[in-house]
């Protein structure tokens, strides 16, 4: 297996493939060099705060060079191919930068109304001139975003609003605002009350940090401890009746008239939560995207600390390592794995239409995010378990220099590990997602197939009649199951709670089946000298997810005894004819040198 960009067709196809068609040639240029080559490092010896203060610098150069942030706000593939770079150079850059971008200037584009506060806080977010982040979760209680406790009252005096944290436990926790010289505003989920009762959930825009560092009145923010998991500068924050303007209150349409009367078009409060967190796909395609450019780029260092290294086993010294079958399915599976997520990123990023408030998702019970948009949730949910599994992998498989003489496999796991938190934890989106299947709430079950034992595993009619069937018979049992505990008295907790592990099962089967969809559908997109490579290396994905799959396959009978060792020869099969084409596999990938580079360290220790 050469680490080389091989021979054979298709190399420029597959190039353009991984690219997209979406994005431009000179946008692309222009947001490479928003995110030069220089942010692919770090220099060492950095304290915490001076290497967060690097991150929001780089953030700042960034955001000037690139295109306005209200078009690529408007541009689902600009704003993910921005957001890839940076996550390639520098997870941490891009947590930073989602964060300014979708969740602090996504709500005030989207939700703001044409006010002096509301043009006055966009110009700073626009400018750079402060960044923005994020006041959503509550660190004392589970699910807090579906009821913040923090609150927002009216003042009729002042005709502004004043924002309280009610206790400790209501602070907003984890918020990237501790370091004490960094400008920051915030976009802070409040529940408003007013009239003595409960209007929903709004956003509303708040300076935290001048320029100067000074922190508002009833401001406070607590630093977290230092961490390197994804290192930006943690805090909760807490605010003591911090009085905002009217012009803060992210309204999208609602408003208290002069009277002092409440008025939502949106109806409920729980309408309104919907909405107000619909700002959500933005992130999850974003997500998705990044999820898909860390497991390349983890692939491609991969592929190149494996190629050329001999080993010294005594079954056959001096053999290749990747002639041994784990490193060899490692390398390629890795590879297979960033060409399925290329997939599933251009799949969510594509244009198609924005669920209408409310009536886009279905019905949830633990998060707001399913009834946001079900099934871009669910592909988040996909993306960060696929991509955090692999970059995983390639981190172990890339041995001691992985881990120890460069950061950057450690730190594309701590971003794939926390966004299976962040950004809608995933546990509670596949919950929400069974919940719906099973009482088929927005959800048609994939039609009865018979699969016949000896079926062809490289056909995609295979992998789809395999996985849907698993899931018709998951969901099938689910809702016997609930159902049955119901008639017999349980609560909807009870009933639940006794079947989380088959809910999260079947959620994830489903998810399964939309990512086969998606390979079975994707060649088509590629220029046609590209297609026969792609077929291989999605067909090898779609193997190692009916692997990841087997248990439940098994048992649910829809498939027989044996087949993990049809999917395992199959495997090897597919392996054997991809490895001369590794290289050239990688090279489509298009990785700056920086990420592939051995580590300068290693060359001359
Ligand atoms: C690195 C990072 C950065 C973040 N940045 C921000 C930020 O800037 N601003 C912000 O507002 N938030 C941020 N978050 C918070 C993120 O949205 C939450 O971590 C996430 O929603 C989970 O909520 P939680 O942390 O309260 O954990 P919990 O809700 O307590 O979840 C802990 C575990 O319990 C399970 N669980 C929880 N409730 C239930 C239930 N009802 N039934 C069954 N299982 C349940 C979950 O699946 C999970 O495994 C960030 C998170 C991370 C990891």
């Known amino acids: 297996m ?84 940076a996550a390639v150079a520098d997870p941490a850059l891009f947590h930073v930068m989602l964060l300014h971008y979708t969740l602090a200037l996504g709500p005030v584009l989207r939700f703001g109304a044409d006010e002096p506060e509301t043009r006055r806080i966009r110009g700073e977010l626009e400018s750079m001139a402060a960044f923005g982040t994020l006041l959503m979760t509550e660190v004392g209680r589970s ?28 602070a907003k926790f984890p918020t990237n605002t501790a370091h004490p010289d960094v400008p920051k505003t915030a976009a802070v989920y409040a ?135 784990n490193q060899r399915e490692a390398v390629l599976g890795a590879l297979a794995a960033g060409y399925a997520l290329t997939a599933v990123a251009a799949h969510a990023t594509a244009p198609r239409p924005t669920p209408a408030s409310g009536a886009g998702g279905p019905e949830t019970a633990w998060a707001p995010w399913s009834a946001v948009d079900r099934d871009l949730a669910l592909l988040k949910a996909a993306a960060t378990t696929q991509a955090q599994e692999t970059v995983s992998a390639c981190r172990v498989h890339s041995g001691a220099p992985g881990f120890a003489a460069v950061e950057r496999l450690n730190s594309y796991r701590g971003l794939t590990h926390a966004y299976t938190n962040a950004g809608g934890d995933n546990e509670l989106i596949l919950y929400d997602t069974a919940r719906a299947m099973a009482d088929l709430d927005r959800y048609v079950p994939p039609e009865a197939r018979d699969v016949a034992p000896d079926a062809d595993l490289d056909a995609p009619e295979t992998w789809l009649a395999l996985a849907g069937e698993a899931e018709r018979r998951m969901r099938d049992r689910l809702a016997d199951r609930v159902a049955a505990a119901r008639r017999s008295g349980a609560d909807a907790f009870t009933a639940w709670n006794g079947n989380l592990v088959l809910a999260a099962r079947t959620a994830g089967a489903c998810a399964d089946r939309l990512v086969l969809e998606i390979l ?41 005894p044996g ?13 054997d004819e991809l490895a001369p084409h590794a290289g050239e596999l990688a090279a489509a990938f298009e990785l700056p040198a920086a990420v592939t580079a051995p580590s300068a360290f290693l060359t001359a220790p």
Request: glycine share 12%; proline share 8%; with cysteine.
């Open 563 to 575: 087949v993990l060792d049809r999917l395992w020869a199959a495997r090897r099969r597919v392996c």
């Open 191 to 325: 529940t408003l009350v007013h009239g003595g009762a409960e209007r929903g959930v709004f956003v509303f825009a708040v300076p935290l940090r001048g320029g100067d560092g000074a922190v508002p009145p009833g401001v406070r923010v607590v630093p977290a401890p230092d961490t390197t998991g994804l290192p930006v500068d943690y805090a909760a924050v807490l605010l003591e009746d911090v009085r905002v303007p009217y012009g803060a209150w992210l309204r999208d349409g609602a408003a208290i008239d002069a009277a002092g009367e409440f008025h939502d078009p949106e109806g409920t409060a729980a309408a309104r939560l919907t909405r107000s967190m619909g700002i959500a796909p933005r992130v999850w395609r974003a997500v998705v995207s990044a999820s898909a450019a860390v497991t390349r780029a983890a692939a491609g260092t991969l592929l190149a600390h494996s190629a050329g290294r001999t080993t010294l086993g005594r079954l056959a010294p001096r053999r290749p390592l990747t002639d041994y079958n």
């Open 2 to 85: 050469s680490g080389g960009s091989g021979g054979g067709g298709g190399g420029g196809g597959l190039a353009g493939f991984v690219r997209g068609a979406s994005v431009d040639a000179k946008t692309r240029a222009r947001l490479a060099d928003a995110v030069p080559e220089e942010f692919f490092t770090v220099p060492d010896g950095l304290t915490p705060r001076a290497r967060q203060a690097l991150t929001y610098e780089r953030l700042r150069r960034a955001g000037l060079a690139a295109p306005p942030a209200a078009d690529l706000l408007a541009d689902p593939p600009a704003l993910c191919a921005l957001l890839d770079r």
């Open 520 to 560: 079975a559908a994707a060649p088509a997109a590629a220029a046609p000298d590209a297609r026969p490579l792609l077929r291989r290396v999605l067909g090898l994905h779609a193997l190692n997810l009916l692997e990841r799959r087997a248990a439940d396959l098994l048992n649910e009978g829809a498939a027989p």
């Open 143 to 170: 699910n807090s975003h579906l009821s913040p406790r923090t609150l927002a009252r009216h003042d009729p005096d002042g005709g502004g609003f004043v924002l309280t944290t009610p206790d400790a436990r209501a």
